[in-house]
Nanobody, 122 residues
Framework: QVQLVESGGGLVQAGGSLGLSCAASGGTFSAYALGWFRQAPGKPREFVAAVSGSGGLTYYADFGKGRFTISRDNGKNTMNLQMNSLRPEDTAVYYC???????????????WGQGAQVTVSS
């Protein structure tokens, strides 16, 4: 059983930057691909970004390309999402997710964090 805990959300003005972190426990960290999803009020949860177990592969939703950077530190069992040039439409609860498969983590994660609120003011 893998436990995921997000941190680092908050309020930022449009155009600003914010970083999210996800701390994992309960499994062999490098064996899991990790991802970020988000859910805005009244909208379905959507994929944001994913990173493979080794950190060598990354993938982004179109809205995040060029603005968001996902990374992981297998020595510290942590994953990060750096978000730049934030827009009001990026406002959402951001969730950390994990799956043994790099393919599946983008669509059907096996484990979820509790979420962290990100609010971007205009």
């Amino acid at each position: 059983q893998v436990q995921l805990v997000e941190s680092g959300g908050g309020l930022v003005q449009a155009g600003g930057s914010l970083g999210l972190s996800c701390a994992a426990s309960g499994g062999t960290f490098s064996a899991y691909a990790l991802g970020w999803f988000r859910q805005a009020p009244g909208k379905p949860r959507e994929f944001v970004a994913a990173v493979s177990g080794s950190g060598g592969l990354t993938y982004y939703a179109d809205f995040g390309k060029g603005r968001f950077t996902i990374s992981r530190d297998n020595g510290k069992n942590t994953m990060n999402l750096q978000m730049n040039s934030l827009r009001p439409e990026d406002t959402a609860v951001y969730y950390c997710a994990a799956h043994r498969s790099y393919v599946s983590v983008k669509t059907t994660p096996a484990y979820w964090g509790q979420g962290a609120q990100v609010t971007v003011s205009s």
